[in-house]
């Protein structure tokens, strides 16, 4: 029986039977409901102590010394704002893209592109620090052309991982969490009982002025955006209107708890100018205690949070590409839906490419604050968003977009003057593209 295209993909069901006519090649266009609040959790969780624990507390005692407490603290109160407007556009707008979909449909075309193009360049970064720090952990003494060899597998493997299907990744994610959860509680309780956690490394407390604690919140907000791959899931979340809000906030919560619990033991442990130079602070600060012998463990954790973190943001990366090129802003062909494991395969394609090409050049620290302040304008959009939810759209008060909004912008400017021109650089010539595609059609209709 012939296949045909059906006259708006939008309004195909969302279930996975909605499909589209490419050639002759039928490709389904809706991907799969298959995920609960447990597996939204854990993705959520998997992403952000994965990124966090491990990698950015370093460059935050670099900038506050014990001050980073301060901003951790800081870092929570604006993720919690990022999370509460997530959630509740999420419910509103259950669709692949996060606040790529948002900005477009409450803000405009245009905010809603600015969103996306930040959402991938931030987090395609992110990405190659990832898998740059899974080699870093699982292999320190290689040198730099095999490091990058290596982490392209890294990024080979994650890829093809996902290409088989989300639910698959989500089993995965199950257990890289539980392992590396029950890792930093290992790392926590050996400094708490055989280390010398030394109250001193905190005075003077903050240790910086509010540059320093700004700049440092800025870092660590890094660590705290993995609850967007809960909103760019939505549209393979089991009832998301229900799930979504209830998942966002829980994985916040725990990962605010890990992170607090591990910053106090590793800058008691080490003090804030050692745990600044560390490159692995978790693993240096149990190698001090009298149980040397874990620090090897840890770091084997380290590679596998890392591995969990890059897993996850892949997944996000290429639902927010999937939505982009839905609606043109990206190559059309990028939309296709795999008919068998109902995965934007060509998305997940090009990210890990991209992610290859970036981990040959991309430096640790640099990429953290460049991700960072591409990820706080993207939710500065995603709170402007959400001050146009009515009160009929269960809104949340004002206070808490409003807040949000205003941290964002705050923390973005804050971090490192580099990393705040680079970032500035690559959106703007984002916006330009766009500009110019608008431009173009423009004219040939004058023409005409």
Not at 27 to 48: E, F, H, K, P
Request: glycine share 10%; net charge positive.
């Amino acid at each position: 029986m012939p296949t045909t295209r059906h006259p708006d993909a939008r309004m195909t069901p969302p279930y996975g039977a909605g499909s589209t006519t490419i050639g002759r090649d039928l490709v389904n266009d809706r991907l799969t409901r298959r995920l609960g609040t447990s597996d939204a959790v854990l993705i959520g969780l998997g992403s952000m102590i994965g990124a966090g624990v491990f990698v950015a507390f370093a460059p935050a005692a670099s900038a506050a010394g014990p001050g980073l407490l301060l901003g951790l603290a800081l870092a929570a109160v604006v993720a919690y704002c990022n999370a509460t407007s997530s959630a509740r556009l999420a419910a509103r707008h259950p669709d692949s893209g996060g606040t790529y979909v948002y900005g477009r449909e409450r803000l405009g075309e245009v905010w809603g592109y600015l969103a996306g193009w930040a959402f991938v360049v931030g987090k395609t970064a992110s990405c190659a620090v990832m898998a740059l720090a899974v080699v870093a952990y699982a292999a320190p003494g290689l040198d730099r052309p095999w490091r990058s060899l290596a982490a392209v597998a890294v990024v080979a493997t994650l890829t093809a991982l996902n290409y088989r299907g989300v639910h698959r990744s989500a089993q995965a994610t199950k257990v890289i969490v539980t392992v590396t959860l029950l890792v930093l509680a290992v790392a926590v309780l050996a400094v708490a009982v055989a280390g010398r956690p030394d109250p001193a490394h905190l005075a003077p407390f903050p240790g910086a002025g509010a540059d320093g604690v700004l700049r440092a919140a800025g870092l660590l907000f890094f660590a705290f955006a993995g609850y967007a791959r809960i909103a760019t899931l939505g549209e393979e979340v089991r009832d998301p209107a229900r799930t979504i809000p209830r998942a966002v906030p829980l994985a916040l919560g725990l990962t605010l708890v890990v992170y607090a619990a591990v910053a106090l033991a590793v800058l008691l442990q080490l003090g804030p100018g050692t745990l600044a130079a560390a490159t692995d602070p978790v693993a240096a600060a149990v190698g001090q205690t009298a149980w040397p012998g874990l620090a090897p463990v840890v770091r084997a954790g380290a590679a596998l949070a890392a591995t969990g973190a890059l897993l996850a943001l892949v997944l996000g990366v290429s639902r927010t590409t999937l939505a982009m090129a839905r609606d043109g802003h990206l190559p059309r062909a990028l939309a296709a839906v795999h008919p068998r494991f109902g995965v934007p395969h060509r998305a997940e394609l090009a990210v890990g490419i991209a992610v290859a090409a970036l981990v040959s050049v991309a430096g640790l620290r640099g990429a953290i604050g460049f991700s960072s302040f591409a990820v706080l304008t993207y939710y500065a959009v995603t709170n402007a968003s959400a001050l146009t939810l009515r009160a009929d759209e269960h809104r949340a008060p004002r206070i808490v977009a409003i807040v949000g909004l205003l941290g964002c912008a705050t923390l973005a400017l804050s971090l490192p003057l580099p990393s705040v021109l680079s970032g500035a650089v690559v959106l703007a010539a984002g916006l330009a593209v766009l500009g110019v595609r608008r431009w173009v059609p423009t004219r040939r209709r004058r023409r005409r």
